[in-house]
């Protein structure tokens, strides 16, 4: 390797090392990323280099004064790119794609959540670009400019090529099928680098943006099989129980199942929840299965029941498609639908999508008097919302069908002490500590809202549905979460900890626990179903919850699953009952399942296919 050794390749060399060292660290220090055996860790190793090599390389052809700019300019860019990560990690827990970029919509709301995680002494984060500036000034001996000659470039890509080569190829040992059908972006990450996942989300984006033109109604007849295949009849003894009833959904913002029954400090999180369920049908075993859009993912779950987009918000980039939404359906059974939520309507472009999914009226921001007293953190507190959401409902036509999106439960989890009614948890993690303090504000409007509608005469005409949207403790807190659970926070755990309250109180039934597992995708044709709707007709990937026969599996938008018995993480089958790894093969059937619906439900949504199908389920061929 002579070539190496002259001083020629020094300032690349250099470049590279500096990025690459520096990427090695993130992994570790910031994005947390194990691994489970050798292998995995020199991929994990060795994949910043090519990216690197690549571009750096590239200096080969400049003249000296532009080849140093453009390493300078370059390695600023790049570790603009893992800075933009870092930043989107710390609160997404996630890595950035394109589409988030153009959701411009949300930045404003966003802003005070961002900066919070941002600090000065992540200039740390910048250290070998300062070094790679200080030597480039200094100009030493070792980094002088020689003209490289065509056989220079030509082993010097060669080499490169190699190394990429080698990278994808133990990747997709390790992780077969990592670039068609992986849906998990820190598997990405951890197999081909920040910097090539990056490129392959450029060219995603690019092979999304194709896939409506080339779409045609050929498309719907597999996936129409699929799921008339995997279709339930409703359970005859909760078909139509609530028929006629007002339909209220409660969207308990960042609630995770662990703080129901549970208390922080000796005191009750959710006192009041905990009684609801008494009195209500209970699923423990709920999940949430929200991607990047969060909230609104959720809101697409329930209203569709298909799975939310592996990239991006579906909310923001499909808000032209065709729908066949919960609101839609129950506009035309006579319900006058309506989303109340008190943050501006543009967020999660909202108000462009609930015309699309059929919701007669939006009561936003606008809709609310919001002041500085009664509003803390991303806006109104949830018991003046309530309040004032109240005069709304009783405006409304009936039968109607009521979202209510909740709010003081966001991160960063902040609360006056006015409204605090108990204290903080302590641990090394405020997020953590201020979390149960909020999740109990939000229970105590919960309670008062149930007060105002008994006091209404609501209560009696209206099935409540409370389900939490998404997680709110990231795998940031796992220390302390791990203190406050009193176990170590495994990936099993993790998956464990998606699970997210669902509460279905339906007037005069006395209501019970249900064990088995279900997921948000479920909920569109357990309500219909509960009003007696039928949803043969339907082209969607969920199950009524209260059926006979339901398969046991619940897919997380990344390709994690749950079975009523098994935990699939990572390529790793855990058995629930002890949480160990088990032999894989007992996961086998249901991870092909898991990934066909998958990929199904994107195929709807990137193909827009739901334009080729009209109300009674029949196939068009409009164009
Ligand atoms: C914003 C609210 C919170 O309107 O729904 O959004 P989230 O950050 O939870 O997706
Ligand atoms: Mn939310």
Request: proline share 4%.
């Amino acid at each position: 390797m002579k070539f190496l050794k002259q001083s020629k390749f020094a300032l690349i060399m250099i470049a590279t090392v500096l990025l690459w060292v520096k990427t090695y660290i993130t992994y570790k220090a910031t994005f947390h990323i194990s691994t489970d055996n050798a292998m995995q860790e020199f991929i994990l190793f060795i994949n910043p280099i090519s990216f690197l090599l690549i571009i750096f390389g590239i200096s080969m052809f400049l003249k000296e004064k532009n080849r140093n700019r453009y390493i300078l300019i370059s390695s600023l860019l790049i570790s603009g790119i893992l800075y933009a990560n870092i930043v989107f990690y710390r609160f997404f827990n996630d890595f950035i794609t394109l589409p988030l970029l153009f959701q411009t919509n949300n930045f404003r709301d966003l802003d005070s959540s961002v900066m919070a995680e941002m600090h000065l002494t992540d200039l740390v984060y910048f250290i070998d670009f300062f070094i790679l500036a200080l030597i480039i000034y200094l100009k030493p001996k070792f980094i002088e400019h020689q003209p490289f000659t065509k056989i220079n470039r030509r082993v010097f890509y060669l080499v490169t090529a190699a190394i990429v080569f080698f990278n994808l190829g133990l990747a997709e040992t390790e992780r077969p099928q990592l670039l068609t059908r992986t849906f998990d972006r820190e598997l990405l990450v951890k197999n081909i680098g920040p910097f090539n996942y990056t490129l392959y989300d450029i060219y995603l984006q690019s092979k999304t943006t194709a896939q409506k033109a080339l779409a045609s109604s050929d498309d719907l007849v597999e996936i129409e099989n699929y799921v008339r295949a995997n279709e339930k009849s409703p359970n005859p003894k909760m078909f139509g129980k609530a028929k006629g009833k007002n339909v209220i959904l409660i969207s308990l913002e960042s609630t995770q199942s662990f703080v129901i029954n549970s208390t922080v400090n000796g005191q009750e999180i959710t006192p009041f929840l905990n009684d609801f369920i008494k009195e209500s049908y209970y699923f423990p075993n709920f999940y949430h299965q929200t991607g990047q859009g969060k909230t609104s993912d959720s809101e697409f779950l329930v209203d569709n029941s298909l799975y939310p987009l592996g990239r991006g918000a579906v909310f923001f980039t499909h808000s032209n498609n065709e729908f066949r939404a919960l609101p839609e359906i129950l506009s035309e059974n006579g319900y006058f639908t309506a989303s109340l939520h008190a943050n501006n309507k543009g967020f999660w472009n909202r108000d462009i999508m609930y015309n699309a999914l059929g919701y007669n009226r939006f009561y936003s921001m606008e809709d609310y008097e919001i002041t500085d007293e009664n509003s803390i953190g991303w806006g109104l507190k949830d018991i003046p919302f309530f309040e004032q959401s109240i005069q709304h409902l009783q405006n409304m036509p009936k039968p109607f069908h009521a979202k209510f999106i909740t709010l003081t439960n966001h991160h960063p989890f902040e609360l006056g002490e006015e409204d605090q009614l108990i204290e903080p948890y302590n641990s090394n993690s405020n997020t953590v500590n201020n979390y149960f303090v909020t999740v109990r504000y939000t229970d105590e409007a919960v309670k008062r809202l149930i007060e105002e509608l008994k006091a209404s005469g609501i209560y009696d005409d209206s099935i409540i549905i409370m389900y939490g949207d998404h997680y709110g403790i990231s795998e940031n807190h796992n220390k302390a979460m791990s203190q406050y659970l009193g176990k170590d926070i495994t990936p099993f755990e993790t998956a464990q900890l998606q699970r997210v309250p669902l509460i279905i109180h339906i007037p005069g039934e006395k209501g019970k626990t249900i064990e088995e597992v279900g997921g948000q995708i479920d909920l569109k044709p357990t309500i219909l179903h509960l009003l007696g709707i039928d949803t043969g007709s339907d082209l969607e990937f969920g199950q009524d919850l209260f059926a006979k026969g339901r398969t046991d599996l619940v897919v997380f938008r990344d390709g994690r699953f749950i079975t009523n018995h098994f935990v699939y993480v990572d390529g790793i089958c855990y058995d629930k009952s002890t949480g160990e790894p088990t032999d894989e093969g007992l996961c086998g059937p249901y991870r092909e399942k898991a990934l066909t619906e998958l990929e199904y439900s994107d195929k709807i949504i990137y193909g827009d296919l739901l334009r080729f199908f009209d109300e009674d389920g029949n196939i068009i061929n409009k164009e």
